[in-house]
């Protein structure tokens, strides 16, 4: 039962008020002190609560891993350090790293396959760890990903090599730093849609990534969504949330 | 035979270079000494040529739309003015005019229809136009849309009046000025791909649609992605290929 | 007798030239050598001087700590990091830390207590520390506060819960990092005074607080007002300054 | 019956799901093909709908201050041209217009007056459309005002002359282009709530008002709050929410 | 005798103070009130003086043109609008307008024709007045000159069709504007100097051509330089300079 | 014999170009190898070259300063640091460094004194540093100098306490953050020179200084001139300039 | 007697409080209802209120006018349009109008003059209105001004022809737009207070005179000072205080 | 045979799809896990791939250094530190490390020469390590490189020294920071091609080189070409492109 179950029910009379205030205090999240965990996204939003680790001790991210897990949550964790996953690892052994994406996984079993497949395209080895980010989320909402990093736009015959796996994907995810060019060729070739990463890598004026933020934004090619700088998760969710829209359809 | 075709065969050997650049050059585009009218895009990226009325005459505007009926195209022309239209209207009199959206649409025959429903919403009157720019866009490429207007985060009931239509779409436009929150309400909601555009309405900071956009990009619900300010055409563009996706799942 | 007095009195004629400059040299600050402490400030303004702690020595704000003492001063200094209070502490033994809140309190007896109640609402984790020093400022100037955090708009079920608290209240403090929504989505609900605090928390254009910042100048919802970006300080003055006008009033 | 209201008796079980939707849908808007007015927002926030006049053509403001009207509402029309009033006038003879504050009001009775006084100060000429906006957006909801204007920071005794005006005041909007240091001022001397108004008046490095705005936001007097560039309305609001807490505490 | 000429003859004893001081003031400018012609700035620049159009009246720009006719110099005006060439033809019948690149030219006779081939690039038709200017400024200045136009990274067939042009010019200027990638991607083509100009054309986001200056400053190819916004005349100077450089070599 | 004196004497015939090279070469610069001392500029601007000491090694300033010693230069060398400071001393054991203005001077006798008194004003402790900045800079010029610290605008009692000073001074120097408005409430006061140096000290929105910036250009008191952000330098050596033209007018 | 004065009086208890508020009130200023204005300006900081005409009826600077004449005031109306000064000499067929500095000043006789020479340089045609406020103001307070106009970095020699001119003057206005160099290069050659005024004059990337005025800002000629851009009128105030700085030395 | 060259045989028929893909994959790039080296860029774009050190471990450029020996290519290395050269060393003793340029560079035998001088000339010491990359970067091309340190704006008799070398370049970089005037005053004594290279160095307001970016965008003289902030290493394969220009017109 989620929170539009519960509007509905209040809405039908079946529902009092008390027990609704019951439900929404008790049922649907878990209050550690010092973080609520909204044990509901899930149903409501298509993805579990996702621990976000920057400025977060070891021990806080333990605790809400753990009261996840009796929830019986799966866990995402984001730019999680190495040294936040050591003291993970110890109350949660199977809990698994994945260094250059910097995440924190924790499953019992495998995700539900989802048909159709995640391209997840990037132009630099600085962009890896902003593709993977996005390429394990995917994977972790149950996505299939394919993986075509280092293929920017100063060597268009490396786009050129993968074209059918291209256009054969049900989401794309392009990840570029530098003048951000990578989405607009690409967008010019296939008909699938295109999420467009910007990065923050590159000289003085790539300004934290708003450079090639601008310039995806001012694709000459329509239909290219943006997400924010660097955020791979973001990305992921996005193509996930497209190649299930597939799914439902059928 | 579109440009992947011919890139394909010249490959394999079945076409001749010059035999190749005929194709390119005479059948590919027609140049019409001020524009060449790129007749392959339709095919190649799902989207015929779309041309932007800012700065053309309507003569030139009239001479395109007379290039591409010949070419068998579907004709869309964005933010084209009234008096824009008058003058294609004489050389074209099936030329429809969508006065708040200011676009343009020559069509032979309705456009086959695609499974789903691509929601547009919005939150203020000033919305309206690149709101209908984005609902007009999908209905020219063969979507069915529904439109939610006049509903900011300043009055969530009219929000939450709507939420089984929002829950039930393939994919979701939200347009929004001001403070750009209505992607990140809408999206804490439902578990759909929403594309949000930013509009140029406002106060002193909006900053030309600036403040919008850097809100809609901060997000804190992951998966929402964003097109640039006022740019209700691509996100029309965006909001089809994710429809689409789930067709060619089937 | 406080600046205003003094200057009443000069134009009246009972103060001589020689004895204000006397006044207001000797009996109106302390002269430390590195500051000079403003006493007067709390009759004129209805607030003792703060001391601001980033980039001063613990020498430094012990010595200010004693001035105020022996004026009789309550005292407040905000941003004190653990070591600052470690040193102010073996001078000042009874000097209470407040750790999220970063701030050292010393007042000899408790402020007297101001009708009405402070709610402060705060989104993420992360935006805590600013809504504590929001919190401690305004129970430092005698306001009773609640806390509601953890209250995004991703999760409105979270507000609405608290929707009764919010509506009683003399003054609210919003705190919010990312895409600042939450301002707008309180100020759609409720007709109180709503002080708007930014925080520089988020990705890449969160623009340090700026993008937040935007938003809730932008804010469709009128009378909705905003301090400087992570300024709880500030917030937590505006918020009893404002409950200290019904006060009067009566 | 509020919103609140209809949320509190569903709640309840008072109220049924359908009753409620009729409710929303007919009685807390009037649907005007181009605009939906908000009814209830009076009572769920303490101010009717205001109507934003730039793009609106004179019909749409005729069309809905007669919706307005019929529902018994208060009107305020802000930044409406004298052409805008023009036809407005013509359906609606006893609406006023204030030039300076470029607005338009239809009250059929005087509203019920607030206790307290609210003081509106202004630096230049070019300010006093910004600084009349808030104070007829103020008198507009009941409450007094007194202006105190051209008393900027390059001839202090103009503000010196006021000093037991602006002390007695329940709230200030001071409004200030330039280099925007009225605020600091004038806090310097009271402790009273003051609202901040930015006004994008000035030589070029005023950045259309993003200079004083600034100036605003760094003021190193603490519970300054700030409202965007040239809001007069917004400042007028906020000011009669301040002035209405203490109205409430009695 | 140039400037250089002239330093060198006072620093040999050759020429005194007194005369230096009347070649500068009488031989090298010709002050017309309200201008001073640089006559000597071919011989040290390699340019003649050019004359910059906007702001300037029809009388003006032909008293400019009457100083420099005397001192046999070519002339080359920008910027000029169709209105200020007609007041110029009465005074030089031989002007002649170049109406997209909105330049007025007055040669007497062709000018030394230089070895080698400039190439312009633009990718799409609001580039080309930018493109022609630099292109009317290169054949000024006696220079070959090959123009691409509409050639915009959605359609790379297009820059392939062109491949053996590009890489058998002598320098090439390439004009663009949204996203700003066609000098990365034909900079990724070839080992030729590429000058890329910024355009001020697309939506929101392009801020004025400051999205496609940072995309083409942090161009991936290493090697491209770039030129100020829009400022075509610019760009067709510089590549001169590099392909007389090849003509000084021999 | 400065650069103007050679020039003079080339252009009357008096100095061959092969002498003034060798003076160009040997007198007026000593080559350190990583760096040229500008022995002349004394002369020729009325300051010697002042060594800038971030990002040098205790070797490089202390071998800048042996050359400058040699040539009977006085020495001022900025933004030391302590440990800068402690290597030099080995060398030059007579250098003094003062620590709130970072500078090391070394002087064989003290300057000329220039008749007049310059004024520093400044608002908050964090200030000081860029006020003794130009405090040092002005007296190692010769110049008499008050210092008048701790005077914000938000305790106008401490600035009229000056005024008889302020009033007879021959330049001011201004040092503010935050809000930038001391120098406007001072100009208001005096019609003295004003040079207001903004300082990166603030919150969030203070940008680096960029905000008091802003508001010292948007003064409405005219006649005030602004140096860069934190720049007490160049403040100190313009006010020395102005009280110069003084000394040189009797 | 100026408000200093009265300020001291008051103080020495020389006059009462209800005297000086009359002093204050009738004798200080007029109210001209629209506008107060401040007579006393010139006593106190050396320069007569001055008319800023932008957005002022002919009607009301006529007004201020014949207020200021009465007071016997000099009067200086600046950005004053030929339209506006057609309607101001009906009024006061005295009042001159500049139209390159586009001021309108009325003097009844001429200003006592001030010894030394402010020198006022530009860079382009351009440039001219700005360096023609700032001369027309030193001249209105009474300075001699020397006009050096056209005279750039990219032609040197126009600067060294001056040099002697340069090096006599009591102060400097340098006036630049584009890259803002001048300054500079000139600061390099002399040792006299230079004022530098960034101009709104250039290509895209000017910024409206951000682009020179951050040139200025960050000149490598320690003592440069700068005002707002396109600010003449504050240069030329602040030259002569310069100027008048020496005068008062003898 | 390089990418062209495939790209032609296949289109001439002479190549068949298997053996092109079999070319690109195996040929052309070498797969090191972590990145793919692209071999085939010295052919077609005249210059071997260059290796960017910030952020890629000693290992991995070993790694990529000995794949690159092994295609017999030459190796540039930019932006090493130190470590990263030690690191490098033991596998390679025979590279070499540029402290201030911060390159490792390994070259079998000696780069062909290419005719022509390539000036290098910068205004500050803080300015040598961009110029040194731009140096080295030129030699390892082939090119003969001229270095003019240490001659800024505020001293031009030490350009003026060094006139005739500028004028016999076949192509400049002028590196600088601060004002970044330095281009234009060259620019206006010569006609040779200028690339101009800002940097982050200065006080506050240089915002990390971008107020000298935008000084040399406005330059005043026409065809001085700009490259990003601090990227000396595409100033000097710019300044190559074109002396090699040049070489091939012979």
Request: hydrophobic fraction near 45%; charged fraction near 20%.
């Amino acid at each position: 039962m989620n929170l539009i179950d519960i509007l509905s029910k209040i809405q039908a009379g079946k529902l009092s008020a008390d027990k609704a205030a019951e439900h929404i205090d008790k049922m649907y999240e878990r209050d550690l002190g010092f973080a609520r965990v909204d044990i509901d996204r899930h149903k409501r939003c298509g993805l579990p609560e996702v621990i976000y680790c920057p400025g977060k001790t070891g021990r806080q991210i333990t605790g809400i891993m753990t009261a996840m897990v009796k929830a019986k949550q799966d866990i995402l964790a984001t730019r999680a350090s190495a040294e936040q996953y050591k003291k993970v690892k110890r109350a949660h052994p199977k809990a698994k790293y994945n260094e250059p994406a910097r995440t924190i996984t924790l499953m019992p079993k495998r995700p539900a396959q989802i048909p159709g497949t995640i391209v997840i395209v990037c132009a630099g080895t600085s962009d890896i760890p902003v593709a993977e980010e996005a390429a394990v989320t995917a994977e972790f909402m149950g996505a299939r990903v394919e993986r075509i990093y280092d293929a920017g736009v100063a060597g268009l015959h490396r786009i050129f090599k993968h074209i059918s796996t291209l256009r054969k994907s049900s989401a794309l995810v392009v990840v570029a730093g530098m003048e951000g060019a990578l989405p607009s060729v690409i967008g010019g070739l296939i008909d699938r849609p295109i999420i467009a990463v910007p990065t923050s890598v590159g000289y003085g004026t790539n300004l934290q990534g708003f450079a090639p933020l601008l310039a995806m934004l001012n694709s000459c090619v329509p239909g290219i969504t943006v997400v924010n700088i660097d955020n791979g998760f973001s990305a992921g969710v996005a193509a996930v949330m497209i190649t299930r829209t597939g799914v439902r359809h059928q």
